[in-house]
T-cell receptor, first 110, second 112 residues
Framework: QKEVEQNSGPLSVPEGAIASLNCTYSDRGSQSFFWYRQYSGKSPELIMSIYSNGDKEDGRFTAQLNKASQYVSLLIRDSQPSDSATYLC??????????FGTGTRLQVTL | DVKVTQSSRYLVKRTGEKVFLECVQDMDHENMFWYRQDPGLGLRLIYF???????EKGDIPEGYSVSREKKERFSLILESASTNQTSMYLC???????????FGPGTRLTVT
């Protein structure tokens, strides 16, 4: 079992729709959870962090965390073509090491 | 804003060459990291450093070494480059006690 799992996609959503990206993790002691956005050929850019159960909103982005289910998600409202990228879920475990999923590719279509 | 820079965006080297990849951060971060990223495998940690002159092996240290002589600079060394080290190399840094890591632009290394 992978430590951090994501569906590789591509996830295709029309412009203006809500994109929902999901991630599960295996280490129950995980403390910190992050979403990075990575455009093709570029490096990952931190867009959201969440540390406690519930929702955290920042602009069009909402991160959701459920530690009991070991599940973290990212919602992107009013999706734009510029949101087309690969989204990496990253989790800090008990050893403070950051473990990444392999990413979900999002395509926002016109 | 955190600024992490890497010495080259693209690099082509021959098998057996010694390769140096350099990373510099300007935010006085204590911790620095080297990852490689390959399709289908995601980001894998090669080495990290908690502070000057300190280093720890990550998940895939074989074939690599590192050097951290100054706080702002963390170098990755491929002692004898091989074709299976063709990859995107990413440097990251973070402040001690904070979990967020910030990445440099990456170096795409091709070993022929």
């Amino acid at each position: 079992q992978k430590e951090v799992e994501q569906n590789s996609g591509p996830l295709s959503v029309p412009e203006g729709a809500i994109a929902s990206l999901n991630c599960t993790y295996s280490d129950r002691g995980s403390q910190s959870f992050f979403w990075y956005r990575q455009y093709s050929g570029k490096s990952p850019e931190l867009i959201m962090s969440i540390y406690s159960n519930g929702d955290k909103e920042d602009g069009r982005f909402t991160a959701q965390l459920n530690k009991a289910s070991q599940y973290v998600s990212l919602l992107i409202r009013d999706s734009q073509p510029s949101d087309s990228a690969t989204y990496l879920c990253a989790v800090t475990g008990t050893a403070s090491k950051l473990t990444f999923g392999t990413g979900t590719r999002l395509q926002v279509t016109l | 804003d955190v600024k992490v820079t890497q010495s080259s965006r693209y690099l082509v080297k021959r098998t057996g060459e010694k390769v140096f990849l350099e990373c510099v951060q300007d935010m006085d971060h204590e911790n620095m990291f080297w990852y490689r990223q390959d399709p289908g495998l995601g980001l894998r940690l090669i080495y990290f450093s908690y502070d000057v002159k300190m280093k720890e092996k990550g998940d895939i240290p074989e074939g690599y070494s590192v050097s951290r002589e100054k706080k702002e600079r963390f170098s990755l060394i491929l002692e004898s480059a091989s074709t299976n080290q063709t990859s995107m190399y990413l440097c990251a840094s973070r402040s001690y006690g904070k979990p967020e890591q910030y990445f440099g632009p990456g170096t795409r290394l091709t070993v022929t």
